[in-house]
């Protein structure tokens, strides 16, 4: 009796930086590069990426709340991310792409509000202990060209909204992850043009097996 082959486990990537540091710009090109391997993918976001997702996400940027609930919420939307599209999207060998994962919620609620790490490392256990990315790539830049750019776009949501030190936390918390799982993180100069960018980009995803 012949044996079913099973799908190859498709790959996890996901975008991060502070608001402002320009991850969204490049991420549908990140998306037209993997599709030209001739890879399925399923392109997302956090908070979000499923009609409760969405719902929660509205909550979480616009209403007032406790910090531990604040952090519930992402992590609620994020369980319910994971099973409905992540976890399915990548047993049948599709790519996945999410703006944001759970090290946002280590640098916003964590390094940018103060919520003790150890909490995060709870939660991140509880939701989803044996899923990380396998590729993160961190858009970094100085906190007065975020903020440049952030005035210059829309209105701002209550994260958008915050102080300087807020962000410096937040970054911070960022480079320090980055520094910690150097193998998962490719960290991004944003600084730079978006030819530039787009030139690394380019060279990181070309370089995944």
Do not use: C
């Not at 320009?22 to 399923?42: C, N, P, Y």
């Not at 916003?108 to 509880?126: E, I, S, V």
């Amino acid at each position: 009796m012949s044996q079913s082959i099973l799908p190859a486990r498709g790959r996890f990537i996901t975008f991060e930086g502070i608001d402002g540091a320009g991850k969204s710009t490049h991420i549908q090109f990140v998306a037209e590069l993997i599709r030209a391997r001739g890879q399925e993918l399923v392109s997302s976001r956090e908070p979000g990426g499923t009609p409760l997702g969405e719902k929660l996400r509205e909550m979480v940027l616009h209403d007032a709340m406790h910090l531990e609930t604040e952090a519930l919420l992402v992590f609620a939307s994020r369980r319910e991310h994971i099973a409905r599209v992540i976890e399915p999207a990548l047993a049948r060998g599709a790519w996945v792409i999410s703006d944001r994962f759970t090290d946002a919620s280590f640098a916003y609620q964590g390094g940018g509000r103060g919520l003790d790490l150890a909490k995060l490392d709870t939660l991140a256990n509880w939701v989803h202990p044996a899923l990380w990315p396998d590729l993160t790539i961190l858009f970094d830049v100085p906190l007065d060209v975020a903020r440049a750019r952030l005035d210059a776009t829309r209105q701002l949501d209550r994260f958008e909204q915050e102080k300087a030190d807020f962000f410096l936390a937040t970054r911070n918390e960022y480079l320090r992850r980055a520094a910690q799982e150097p193998q998962r993180f490719r960290v991004i100069d944003s600084t730079q043009t978006i030819e530039a960018t787009r030139a690394q980009l380019a060279e990181i995803i070309g370089a995944l097996p």
